[in-house]
């Protein structure tokens, strides 16, 4: 097998288990809050922690890659992921998980922000679409086991067994991406932005923080508009000090690159449609329709399972005949299938439900590796590092403020249906107008995503190889790394 490949099963190893943990975690939730004896607000902090931590470090971890190697980065990721993992399974009490659930974020991190720059170094334009939507498929196989492996395993062992199964597992990838893992050499004279970096983590996390508890606290609450204040004020500190740095940790220049800045742009609509539908649906089906929650979980994996039947495919597509077409059906098809989830009746068949579920998995799916092959080929080869770690980043607020949208509307017009419903606030009632509120989110969704088609289609030429920037390349960039 060609050394490519073999890089490739190591970055799809790390992909599949960073998304694994942040989906297997949900299911065991009850069980640890029942364990700790701990309120429900508090165990939430289990899953916030680690995504506000990944949230806010994808970024700068982005930019440290190219100046301490891609490998260098991967391997302390997936080491602290692992000895975290651990610690998570044998944390005495709710503080300790959580801190190291924290750790845990750190590690995973660096996973997410260097797993796209090594695909995309190693492999060659014509190339480099497939290898993403194998690589892709590792993300969608982590999202589709997660509940129902996290079930498995809390309910034959314990909810720690969901943390020390990554021990060995862990191990074994740190052991194999130190081999296949091509050796690098720093660039000369780089440093690190840690100025850049501290502003950007801190404002990033303010952001994130508003947009998850937002609707908690109250969007109109001194905490949240405090947190969307600081948001702005660190974000413009953030600007002017990277136009002033000499090697700034993130080149403003790159949004100058049009296949880039809309790609970007793409990507947050395409996750926030996506996550407002996987947010919302188990509450239409739990809440609204009665089943249970293993049940629930079961039934939105045709979500997961179409993405990975169809990323492949997609990716080795745009290889050929180039990513604007595909990303932009890509959103159109997720758009379809948001809107078509506003016509699932209260009482619907299986069949009803699957086929627009298996729509929102093929417009996801023809959208992701063609749009992430055009946002890293657009960009000089030294800056991949800093591509792949904002594209990890846009994903990230995408799917922060798709929930953070929806719960929104979904609070602003539940009592609006109620309302109109009239009667006594029965179950039945109040599942009609949860479900009627809940469309209304998909609506927005939908036409949310139809904006992305328009910023999808302004990327430029969709000609195969086109997106590979021919862009200078500013001076405090390392020499460009022999390719494996």
Not at 337 to 362: E, I, K, M, Y
Not at 414 to 423: F, I, N, Q, S
Request: aromatic share 8%.
């Amino acid at each position: 097998m060609e050394r490519k490949w073999l890089i490739l099963s190591s970055v799809s190893l790390g992909s599949l288990m960073s998304t694994l943990d942040g989906s297997i975690v949900n299911i065991a939730l009850p069980s640890i809050q029942a364990d700790f004896r701990i309120d429900l607000t508090t165990v939430e902090w289990v899953v916030v922690a680690y995504l506000l931590v990944v949230g806010a470090l994808l970024l700068p971890f982005g930019r440290l890659g190219e100046v301490l190697t891609f490998k260098r980065v991967y391997l302390v990721g997936f080491s602290l992921f692992t000895l975290a993992s651990i610690c998570c399974g044998a944390a005495p009490n709710e503080a300790a998980l959580i801190g190291f659930r924290v750790v845990q974020g750190v590690g995973a991190a660096m996973i997410m922000a260097m797993g796209p720059a090594i695909v995309a170094r190693t492999f060659p334009a014509h190339e480099r679409g497939r290898a993403l939507g194998l690589n892709g498929v590792s993300v969608s196989i982590g999202l589709s086991l997660g509940p129902a492996l996290g079930g498995l395993l809390t309910q034959a062992a314990t909810w720690r067994a969901i943390f020390l199964i990554n021990a060995p597992i862990g191990l074994l990838a740190v052991i194999w991406a130190a081999r296949v893992l091509p050796a690098e050499t720093p660039g000369k004279g780089q440093s690190f932005d840690v100025r850049g970096a501290a502003l950007s983590g801190v404002a990033l996390f303010a952001l994130l923080l508003a947009l998850s508890e937002g609707q908690a606290w109250g969007w109109t609450s001194p905490a949240t508009i405090g947190l969307l204040v600081a948001f702005l004020i660190l974000g413009t500190a953030f600007i002017a000090v990277e136009r002033a740095s000499i090697q700034p940790m993130i080149d403003l220049a790159l949004f100058k690159i049009r296949p880039f800045a809309a790609g970007l742009a793409s990507v947050v609509v395409a996750f926030a449609g996506l996550f407002t539908a996987t947010f919302l649906l188990p509450f239409l089906l739990e809440q609204g329709s009665g089943f249970s929650p293993i049940e629930a979980g079961l039934l939105l994996t045709p979500v997961p399972i179409t993405m990975a039947l169809v990323a492949p495919f997609s990716g080795a597509a745009s290889d050929r005949f180039g990513p604007r077409v595909l990303a932009s059906a890509g959103l159109a098809i997720e758009a379809l299938g948001l809107l078509s989830l506003t016509q699932l009746p209260v009482s619907f068949s299986l069949p009803d439900l699957v086929w627009r579920l298996v729509l929102l998995g093929l417009g996801q799916g023809l959208f992701m590796s063609p749009n992430s092959s055009a946002v890293l080929g657009s960009v000089p080869r030294p800056r991949v590092g800093t591509a792949s770690g904002t594209l990890a980043q846009m994903r990230v607020t995408g799917q922060a403020l798709g929930i953070a949208l929806s719960a929104a509307i979904v609070a602003t017009r539940l009592p609006v249906h109620l309302a109109e419903l009239g009667g006594p606030p029965t179950a039945a009632l109040q599942s009609v107008a949860l479900a009627g509120a809940i469309h209304d989110a998909f609506v927005v969704a939908g036409l949310v995503c139809c904006i992305g088609i328009v910023t999808s289609l302004v990327r430029g030429s969709s000609r195969p190889g086109a997106a590979d920037a021919t862009v200078p390349v500013p001076a405090y960039a390392p020499v460009e790394q022999e390719r494996p």
